[in-house]
């Protein structure tokens, strides 16, 4: 067990699909991150959201639209997908405030894009 | 930009050999430090941290990482490997942005160990 949880674990979907990758965390951390984990390349920051305010958007393509309703879930819309999207998506959650923080991962979602 | 380099992509021992992982990080101001690890099929955890003072720092399962400010190293060792030590391991840095904080990840390095 985590803290953190990633909805599905695993997601397959066509180009012209949309769906959304749901990460709850149970830490009572005040900030959460989307990041990319592709073969063989660094973790690549996606979205940074600090008290359910978007503060770093990493040049992120508008196919992917992230959502925090509020401190505890974090959503990530998908829309009209390329086959290069396909990749490991994890969610982390940390305490803002304190630059130490180390981060708390969940599971990840698997997406394949067909 | 910041960025974090970590030096083998694969590593391959034998248990009871020692391990040492190389990381770099181009950041020239304060930073926090990190190693985390992700064992097969399951999430990053984190291994051991640095913020200040003693730049030797102990982590669990009998991992060590030596902070060198002058060489922007924080590479992570372990005196004698164990075949549940395969996994794979990424150096991260903590460094300031406009909004806060983030966290820069190296491309990981990933440890066989043999039985």
């Known amino acids: 067990e985590t803290g953190v949880t990633q909805t599905p674990r695993h997601l397959v979907m066509g180009m012209t699909n949309k769906k959304s990758l749901k990460c709850e965390q149970h830490l009572g951390h005040n900030a959460m991150y989307w990041y990319k984990q592709s073969a063989k390349k660094p973790l690549e920051l996606m979205f940074v959201y600090s008290l359910e305010e978007r503060v770093e958007n990493n040049s992120v393509p508008s196919r992917f639209s992230p959502e925090c309703p509020n401190s505890s879930h974090l959503f990530l819309h998908l829309h009209t997908l390329q086959p290069e999207d396909s990749a490991l998506y994890l969610c982390?959650?940390?305490?803002?405030?304190?630059?130490?923080?180390?981060?708390?991962f969940g599971n990840g979602t698997r997406l394949t894009v067909t | 930009a910041q960025s974090v380099s970590q030096h083998n992509h694969h590593v391959i021992l034998s248990e009871a050999a020692s391990l040492e992982l190389g990381c770099n990080y181009s950041?020239?101001?304060?930073?926090?430090l990190f190693w985390y690890v992700q064992y097969p099929g399951q999430h990053l955890q984190l291994l051991l941290k640095?913020?200040?003072?003693?730049?030797l720092v102990k982590g669990i399962k009998g991992f060590e990482a030596e902070f060198i400010k002058s060489k922007f190293s924080f590479n992570l060792r372990k005196p004698s490997v164990q075949w549940s030590d395969t996994a794979e391991y990424f150096c991260a840095v903590n460094a300031p942005y406009t909004g806060g904080f983030k966290t820069i990840f190296g491309a990981g390095t990933r440890l066989f160990v043999k039985a």
């Open positions: 982390a959650s940390s305490q803002e405030g304190s630059s130490g923080s180390p981060l708390h």
């Open positions: 640095y913020f200040s003072g003693d730049p």
């Open positions: 950041y020239g101001g304060t930073v926090n």
